[in-house]
């Protein structure tokens, strides 16, 4: 089982993942760590089945420096998603959040899960999370997602946030706890399970 986690801050996603590799034992793989750690790092030394969700940093006046950063210079954007293809490729039991997969990976049984919830209420519970201003937050948020999808589009065409073709479950939390956001995609997941088992 491959589940690919995709969304935006704020909307349970990092969460989300956690409880699903604890239900379905799988190994996880956070994409924008590994990004962060690209910049730091040599490439060769990361290994992208022990990365943690990073809370705060990309909101952070690091993380705002390294988004202007990245749009002069997207190689580590392209290079963080060779690797992500690489091991996707290679390994199984895995759950990755990543916002470019559900687009750019291919193999069979792979499930791709969107959930999202309205700027204000993801940049409240971000807010929430790590004790700051949610109103600033709400504009270093759209600042993030605004650099993200120039670069996905320029780098590969994608309409982040507004072509939902390749997922299997889309999903609003703007009404959801994360215990009902886990409940409901678990049970959709389950679904597609027995779909792909039985070929209905």
Avoid at 48 to 53: L, R
Avoid at 93 to 99: E, G, K, Q
Avoid at 123 to 128: E, P, Y
Wanted: net charge positive.
């Amino acid at each position: 089982m491959i589940i690919i986690i995709c969304g935006l801050p704020g909307s349970g996603k990092s969460t989300l993942v956690e409880k699903l590799a604890e239900e379905y034992k799988l190994k996880t793989v956070f994409a924008s760590s590994i990004l962060k750690d690209l910049k730091h790092k040599n490439s060769a030394s990361i290994d992208i089945t022990k990365t943690k969700k990073g809370q705060g940093w990309w909101e952070s006046a690091a993380g705002k420096k390294y988004n202007k950063e990245r749009l002069k210079d997207m190689s580590l954007d392209k290079l963080l998603d060779e690797k992500l293809l690489e091991i996707i490729a290679k390994k199984d039991n895995l759950i990755v959040d990543s916002r470019t997969m559900p687009w750019l990976a291919k193999k069979k049984g792979l499930i791709n899960i969107w959930i999202d919830a309205s700027p204000s209420i993801r940049a409240k519970r971000v807010a929430g999370r790590d004790k700051k201003d949610w109103k600033l937050l709400l504009k270093q948020m759209k600042e993030r997602l605004d650099a993200d999808k120039k670069i996905y589009k320029k780098l590969y065409g994608i309409n982040f946030g507004k072509n939902f073709k390749p997922f299997d479950v889309v999903l609003n939390t703007n009404k959801l706890d994360e215990e009902q956001v886990f409940d409901v995609v678990n049970e959709r997941i389950q679904r597609l399970i027995k779909r792909n088992r039985t070929g209905s």
